[in-house]
């Protein structure tokens, strides 16, 4: 048995992947990990986190033990999540609702969170409803990407019911023609694409790799001068015109339309130079309250900038009536 430690991951406190993963547990409850892991220097077992298939498979395994989702299957290509970093967003949105709710997480079906992006994988939903129950509802531009969502929700018949999947056909639309005029919210989230071009993502790739083979050195390891590509990502993934800033834009407009619809919007923002321009954007179109979120995911820090047009007065009615 792999003795678990805490490793100070600085995720959020309610993240059960703050500790080691235990790989001897994982393999006994995902034979398919097996062929992937083996001893590092330090004797503890471990995968090769620069090997995509072994990545992929750890986070197959993670998602069947822990969030009970036993089929997760979509094409080479697309973007694999890492299971640690999305879940801490759903926690976070946790805190957040509880916050209008006398420190209590709301949970089931009651609350109804829109993810804007959802990609092939439909992460944040399968994790936030196996986590906190919720409904959701995933869009994305990219119908090939809604196509295979639809395919996991149809092969976890258990969530068949609380996650449903949209095409939005406008890539210049966030929230047109995806919130129906009767249709609320409880909050919004999204990981939108990073980079503002195809060259940008891919050197953005590139720089990944490379850290990964300088970690690999420092812990002794031999880095592959062809290490390839772990993170996937089809390139409307990763890219859109303007980049992440641009995006965010679009949505914080867009996001007035359907004011009283949504309690919170949120997105997560990776570049914090973004953040002086998108709380200039917020204050143009009058928001009542504005949220940053930092979050530590090992090396890597992001934040969730969340906003919502209700008053306190409204924000309590939203919680009384909804939840
Ligand atoms: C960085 S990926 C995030 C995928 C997934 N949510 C995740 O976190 O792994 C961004 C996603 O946004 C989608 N997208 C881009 N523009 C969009 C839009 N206007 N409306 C909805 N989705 C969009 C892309 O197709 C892509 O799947």
């Known amino acids: 048995m792999t003795e678990i430690t805490?490793?100070?991951k600085?995720?959020?406190?309610?993240?059960?992947?703050?500790?080691?993963?235990?790989?001897?547990?994982?393999?006994?409850?995902?034979?398919?990990?097996?062929?992937?892991?083996?001893?590092n220097k330090f004797g503890d077992l471990s995968v090769d986190y620069s090997n995509p298939e072994a990545v992929l498979t750890l986070n197959k395994s993670l998602l069947s033990y822990f969030y009970k989702i036993k089929e997760w299957n979509f094409p080479q290509g697309h973007l694999c999540p890492p299971i640690p970093g999305r879940v801490d967003y759903i926690h976070y949105m946790a805190d957040l609702l509880s916050e209008s709710n006398s420190g209590k997480i709301p949970t089931g079906k009651k609350v109804k969170v829109l993810d804007i992006g959802t990609g092939a994988t439909c992460i944040y939903p399968l994790l936030g409803n196996s986590v906190y129950?919720?409904?959701?509802?995933?869009?994305?531009?990219?119908?090939?990407?809604?196509?295979?969502?639809?395919?996991?929700i149809k092969s976890n018949p258990h969530i068949k019911n609380n996650i449903k999947c949209r095409y939005q056909k406008d890539s210049q639309n966030i929230f047109d023609d995806v919130i129906g005029s009767e249709e609320r919210f409880d909050f919004t989230l999204c990981n939108p694409p990073f980079h503002s071009s195809l060259?940008?993502?891919?050197?953005?790739?590139?720089?990944?790799?490379?850290?990964?083979?300088?970690?690999?050195?420092?812990?002794?390891?031999?880095?592959?001068s062809k290490?390839?590509?772990n993170f996937g990502g089809k390139k409307a993934e990763l890219w859109c015109p303007?980049?992440?800033?641009?995006?965010i834009k679009r949505m914080i407009h867009q996001s007035k339309n359907k004011d009283k619809q949504c309690f919170w919007f949120s997105t997560l923002v990776s570049k914090k130079e973004n953040l002086a321009t998108i709380y200039?954007?917020?204050?143009?179109?009058?928001?009542?309250?504005?949220?940053?979120?930092?979050m530590n995911q090992g090396q890597?820090?992001?934040?969730?900038?969340?906003?919502?047009?209700?008053s306190k007065d409204e924000q309590i009615l939203w919680s009384e009536k909804n939840w």
């Open 6 to 8: 805490i490793d100070k």
């Open 10 to 39: 600085g995720l959020h406190p309610r993240n059960i992947h703050n500790k080691r993963y235990d790989f001897s547990l994982l393999m006994n409850n995902f034979s398919e990990l097996k062929k992937f892991v083996s001893k």
């Open 133 to 152: 129950g919720w409904r959701f509802v995933g869009v994305d531009i990219d119908s090939d990407s809604v196509n295979t969502a639809k395919k996991i």
């Open 199 to 224: 060259e940008e993502a891919l050197e953005g790739s590139a720089q990944k790799i490379k850290n990964l083979n300088t970690n690999k050195q420092k812990k002794g390891l031999k880095a592959k």
């Open 227 to 229: 290490d390839v590509l």
């Open 242 to 247: 303007g980049g992440e800033i641009e995006f």
């Open 280 to 294: 200039d954007e917020l204050k143009k179109i009058e928001v009542k309250d504005v949220k940053t979120i930092d």
């Open 300 to 310: 890597k820090k992001t934040r969730i900038v969340a906003w919502t047009f209700l």
